[in-house]
Nanobody, 116 residues
Framework: QVQLVESGGGLVQPGGSLRLSCAASEQINLMAWYRQAPGKQRELVAVITSGGSTNYADSVKGRFTISRENVKNTVYLQMNSLKPEDTAVYYC?????????????WGQGTQVTVSS
């Protein structure tokens, strides 16, 4: 099965930046970033298809950028102008197509804390 390894989380001051990375063990299709804050539901942050099409949650548009390097099976999330409300555990997600069916895989999560 596909293994997803996340990195790049940490503590940053409001207005600062972080870049998250997620490397897949084999070729995948769609990749996405989700986040879950304490006491809240997990929410979709950004999506990127194998062709490079992207979509973002309204709360992060203009501040976050999702990108990928297909040859490395890696997705990135560049986070700028971070706000305290961005504090959450960020999870990488990936789909793999097998015989016409899509199978989903999750990373273990990385903590992002935005605080002064």
């Amino acid at each position: 099965q596909v293994q997803l390894v996340e990195s790049g989380g940490g503590l940053v001051q409001p207005g600062g930046s972080l870049r998250l990375s997620c490397a897949a063990s084999e070729q995948i299709n769609l990749m996405a970033w989700y986040r879950q804050a304490p006491g809240k539901q997990r929410e979709l942050v950004a999506v990127i298809t194998s062709g490079g099409s992207t979509n973002y949650a309204d709360s992060v548009k203009g501040r976050f950028t999702i990108s990928r390097e297909n040859v490395k099976n890696t997705v990135y999330l560049q986070m700028n102008s971070l706000k305290p409300e961005d504090t959450a555990v960020y999870y990488c997600y990936a789909d793999q197509f097998q015989r016409g069916r899509a199978y989903g895989y999750w990373g273990q999560g990385t903590q992002v804390t935005v605080s002064s």
